[in-house]
């Protein structure tokens, strides 16, 4: 399960366990009559700038896939491989950033006002990021900004908000985690963590987002006789034109292997995706379907990452034309990852989800803790908090709408906190099927937006939607025939 344990003030929840659980077992090849099988890509593996076809294959992990001239003899059996997700990604086992004894989850949870905040700010010291006070994150906020103890308006408000919410968080967390000690599933061997470090992945796969930006300049597609979707099986191809411009659809029990690029991805059961950007979302409505559950992941737009030009980001503006009533059931229970920039926070329950005729009427937390526990920062952290937001809504068209409730659901509790060992890869959220469930209706149509990673039963949405997929994050755990 990917729920480890569940109390009042949240869930305990084994990301890993999740990925794990979505079948990722793919038939090894198709068996034909008389006892021949064919593998049916004509793709090099090892060249991202091969001219290559989008096919449904399921390939070794090494070497050049067989062309269709490669007959392989089998006994009629179909030989299947097993996946998993390679759990060392899962492996943070200490904080990437030292607490103060006295800040250390164990020791009570001390009322720290912003009064405080700024004479710590003022007074200590970070050397060689081992210490950390409620001002932990000041050494480096000097170097950069030349100031001492001065706070502009946005620091303000974040100083203020995290006042607030700061003794549900550390009093939740707490209780999560002791249930998580006891259980076994977290554990606290200081010995051998303190001479582990945590894994920081390399660079894999070949710029899906790059590939988007391409596609913009292939002729446009005749949408009156072209599929709205596309369903994998194991004989078919397809370029990556087709590919930016329909859903792909799994809809068998056992998981795909795509090739793009040269790269191989998998793909589990029951999933379906479109990978494109913002400005290539008609695919999406033409899949014509109504969603009951709406996550939303966007990349906001901040100065680091103008600064950085590593990651794509958009305006507020640009983020309101996304289509979510069109793309809306009734009652659709919407969910916006945002970060803590208390600007970010106002903008969705301010101006986005009236704009989309969504009530707001929760938020949660994201609570990232090492595999012994401790938070994976310091909770006082001016920089850098070990906790991200989620803003949980619903759809409501008119008055009516409003005034009736969802049928057969439990109302959305006004906090929750979800407390996980994140991964070490960046922006893999959690996920929040299992969490969500008591709240929405069995076998309803989920959609992820700006996702980077697909779950079974969910359509998926993003300029990297198969970023997370890619194979050389999953180890080949057995051959089963």
Known sequence: MSVVHRLTAGWLVDHLSFINQCGYEVCDSCAYPGGVTLNTSVTSVGDCRATSTFAATSPSRDGPIPGPANLIETEGKTAKKRYVFRKEFFDISKPHIAAAPEEQLWQ????????????????????????????????????????????????????????????????????????????????????????????????????????????????????????????????????????????????????KIVVLMGQKYLVPPKSSFLLSDISCLQPLLNYKKKYDVIVIDPPWENKSVKRSNRYSHLSSWQIKQIPVPALAAPDCLVVTWVTNRQKHLRFIKDELYPYWCVKT??????????RAGEFVLPLDSLHKKPYEVLVLGRVQEDVKEALRKPEDVLPIPEHKLIVSIPCSLHSHKPPLTAVL??????????????????????????????KFQHIDYFTLLQNEN
């Open 108 to 255: 009570g949870c001390p009322e720290v006002g912003l009064t405080k905040v700024k004479a710590n700010s003022s007074t200590e010291e970070h050397p060689e990021g081992t210490k950390s006070y409620v001002g932990e994150s000041v050494a480096s906020a000097r170097k950069k900004r030349k100031r001492k103890c001065v706070f502009n308006q946005g620091e303000l408000d974040a100083l203020e908000y995290h006042s607030k919410v700061r003794k549900l968080i550390w009093e939740g967390t707490l209780h999560l985690v002791q249930e998580g000690l006891r259980s076994g599933f977290l554990y606290c061997t200081a010995a051998e963590l303190s001479c582990r470090k945590n894994v920081v992945p390399g660079h894999i796969g070949c710029g899906l987002a790059e590939l988007c930006e391409m596609a913009k300049q292939l002729p446009a597609v005749n949408e009156s006789d072209h599929q709205a979707v596309h369903l994998l099986d194991d004989e078919t191809s397809m370029s990556e034109q087709d590919l930016l411009s329909c859903v792909t659809e799994n809809s068998s029990n056992s998981a």
């Open 437 to 466: 469930a008591e709240f929405i209706k069995p076998d309803v149509e989920c959609l992820e937006l700006f996702a980077r990673n697909l779950q079974p039963g969910w359509t998926s949405w993003g300029n990297e939607v198969l």
């Open 361 to 370: 009427l929760a938020e949660w937390h994201w609570v990232k803790i090492t």
